[in-house]
């Protein structure tokens, strides 16, 4: 069965470097999308993409967040200068048959 | 501003227990509910519900949708230690996005 593939499964970054989060949705989906989980928090929309365009961002998703297609396969997020409050699961997520597929997700622990 | 309320927020009970989660929603141009479990990492889909008053199915799990009460269940039957994890709840409301509830962490004891 076809699935979501995120890597790394985990990420230890310092405080202000950048990060790449990488992603791999289903291959004929056509809506992508960002969320991330704070531990113990609830599930929180960051982004959607479709037609290599945002076509919906939340609050969270400021300028420190972007997302790029930068091939016909992977899906990235990148956060430029991280802050320890970034520290949380990021998932990937790809819409199919009108429900969400979700990668197994990135640990990004900002120390 | 979208919201979706989970209840209880915990729940312990034994093996072979029936139990009943609840989702109340909130928003705006509604869609879909879904529900989801969440084990160790990515959230794996169970149900989707579009429809007030059908029931859907898999095996021990069930759930219902009521839009008038704007609401939902998600039962377990004959509970068993595999059924401990964290149950959540999400509302589509357009823009093809999910708006996700805080969660039912639920604990069978055998």
């Known amino acids: 069965e076809p699935e979501v593939t995120q890597t790394p499964s985990h990420q230890v970054t310092q405080m202000g470097q950048e990060v790449i989060l990488r992603c791999v949705p289903i291959?004929?989906?056509?809506?992508f999308y960002w969320y991330r989980q704070i531990l113990g928090q609830k599930v929180e929309f960051l982004v959607s993409f479709y037609n290599n365009e945002i076509s919906e961002k939340s609050e969270i998703f400021d300028d420190q967040f972007s997302v790029e297609r930068p091939d016909g396969s992977n899906f990235t997020l990148k956060i430029r200068s991280t802050k320890l409050e970034d520290s949380a699961m990021y998932f990937c997520a790809s819409l199919g048959q009108a429900q969400l597929y979700f990668g197994p997700g990135t640990r990004l622990t900002v120390t | 501003e979208d919201k979706v309320v989970q209840s209880p927020l915990s729940l312990v009970v034994h093996e072979g227990d029936t139990v009943t989660l609840n989702c109340s929603y909130e928003v705006t141009n509604f869609r879909s509910l879904l529900w989801y479990k969440q084990e160790k990492k990515a959230p794996t889909f169970l149900f989707m519900l579009?429809?007030?008053?059908i029931e859907k199915k898999s095996g021990r799990l069930s759930s219902i949708l009521d839009k008038k009460e704007l609401s939902s269940i998600l039962n377990i039957t004959a509970t068993q230690t595999g059924d401990s994890a964290i149950y959540l709840c999400a509302v589509s409301g357009g823009a093809q996005k999910l708006v996700f509830g805080q969660g039912t962490r639920l604990t069978i004891n055998p």
């Open positions: 579009t429809s007030s008053g």
């Open positions: 291959s004929n989906h056509l809506y």
